[in-house]
């Protein structure tokens, strides 16, 4: 079974932009949760969709904003990036009942 | 609402040398408990997990680890490491049933010397 899938792996921006990184789960997973990893504040939760609904957020602010689809595949977007952005995200899929979470590569972005 | 604590920040060991990364954790009753490795610039691997039943638990690599509820401790140890085990470890604890986000500790970062 293929494992969490992030694309892309590395993004370079410019502050002000907006970036989307998407995420493909586990075959039959349902929910997708996204985190930010940085040196200064470790993993931090950002949020978990599941069938197609958010259903729980972290502390971030509204720039940072996510979707499913119908086929368990996830996106966030990020807008106006800021320096601070710079992080690697990590994606985590769970199966229904979600005890255990599964990370993907990660997509490790970098703002300019 | 759970958390958990990695008391060390670094940790380096011999080649060879047995090793154990301290976990703490807070939680009103038995938590879901996990270990992770993440290799640089890498995900998250899943090397364990408690859940119930019996306290030590067997993972991947050959690590273990041992919950122990009267310490709210959850200990990861290896009886000999490899080189290959330099990496960074974080400790998860997450509430049973329903939906959950598991919370993470800050890591401990593990360096092994030649």
């Known amino acids: 079974k293929a494992g969490v899938t992030q694309t892309p792996r590395y993004l370079i921006k410019t502050r002000g932009q907006q970036v989307t990184l998407s995420c493909s789960p586990i075959s039959g997973h349902r929910s997708v949760s996204w985190y930010q990893q940085t040196p200064g504040q470790g993993l931090q939760f950002l949020f978990e969709?599941?069938?197609?609904?958010?259903?729980n957020k972290g502390n971030f602010p509204g720039r940072f904003s996510g979707r499913q689809f119908s086929n368990s595949r996830s996106e966030m977007n990020v807008s106006t990036l800021e320096l601070g952005d710079s992080a690697l995200y990590l994606c985590?899929?769970?199966?229904?009942?979600?005890?255990?979470?599964?990370f993907g590569p990660g997509t490790r972005l970098t703002v300019l | 609402a759970q958390s958990v604590t990695q008391p060390d920040i670094h940790i380096t060991v011999s080649e060879g040398a047995s090793l154990e990364l301290r976990c703490n954790y807070s939680?009103?009753?038995?938590?879901?408990l996990f270990w992770y490795v993440q290799s640089p610039g890498q995900g998250l691997q899943l090397l364990l997990k408690?859940?119930?039943?019996?306290?030590l638990v067997q993972g991947i690599k050959g690590f273990e680890a041992e919950f122990k509820r009267s310490q709210s401790s959850f200990n990861l140890r290896k009886p000999s490491v490899h080189w290959s085990d330099a990496a960074e470890y974080f400790c998860a604890v997450g509430a049973p049933g329903g939906s959950y986000i598991p919370t993470f500790g800050r890591g401990t970062s593990l360096i092994v010397h030649p």
């Open positions: 408690y859940f119930s039943g019996d306290t």
């Open positions: 969709y599941f069938s197609e609904t958010q259903r």
């Open positions: 939680y009103g009753a038995t938590p879901y």
């Open positions: 985590a899929s769970s199966r229904p009942g979600g005890d255990t979470q599964y």
